[in-house]
Structure formats: C-alpha cells, structure tokens
Nanobody, 124 residues
C-alpha cells in the first residue's frame, strides 16, 4: 500500500508559478512510477505528467511549462508549474503505481494509488 498526500496548491495569477509536492509512504518509493493528473469541474481527469525510472512524460498542454521531479531520499515528487494559465485551474492529483507496470502512464486506469488532491486556481 502507498499513501499519497499532496500540498502546494492555491490561487495564483495568470503567468505565475506554483510548486506542488506529493509525499508518499512506503519503503520502496524509489521503485514506483509517479505521476500527476488533474480534473477541472465537469471534465474528465486528465494526464499531466509522469516520471518512470528516469524518463519523464508530459501532456502537450503543459510541456515546456511544467516540470516533474522526484527526491527519493524524501519520498516526494514535485510538479513545478510555470507560466500558469486560467485553463490550468483544476484539482491536481498525485498518483503512483509499481515501477515498470504495463500500460501507458497517460491513462488514469493504469495507476493504482491516488492522493486526495490539491486545488490550483489561476485567475486571469
């Protein structure tokens, strides 16, 4: 079992930055794939970014603006979000799955563990 706790959300103006954190429980954190999804009101939960071993993945909508990283010593991943836009407004969820699991990390159905989410609101 892996427990995930997100933090760092808030209200920011368009063009600003935020850094989300996700603290994970478990002694084998370094072996897990980790990711971020987001869900806006009345929309499907969508892929944002993932880190699988040393490889990173991003959705087209955030590529070049967001950066996912991990600190295995702290059992934590981060999502640095720059040049934020109003359309980035959503609840952001941290997710985890066993490292090397089958299936594209871009599909939410291929992830096993989820945090409770943190709200990000970008004002225009």
């Amino acid at each position: 079992q892996v427990q995930l706790v997100e933090s760092g959300g808030g209200l920011v103006q368009a063009g600003g930055s935020l850094r989300l954190s996700c603290a994970a429980s478990g002694r084998t954190f370094s072996s897990y794939d980790m990711g971020w999804f987001r869900q806006a009101p009345e929309k499907e939960r969508e892929f944002v970014a993932a880190i699988r071993f040393e490889t990173t993945y991003y959705s087209d909508s955030v590529k070049g603006r967001f950066t996912i990283s991990r600190d295995n010593a702290k059992n934590t991943i981060y999502l640095q979000m720059n040049s934020l836009k109003p359309e980035d407004t959503a609840v952001y969820y941290c997710t985890a799955r066993q490292g090397g699991a089958y299936g594209t990390p871009r599909d939410r159905l291929n992830w096993n563990y989820w945090g409770q989410g943190t709200q990000v609101t970008v004002s225009s």
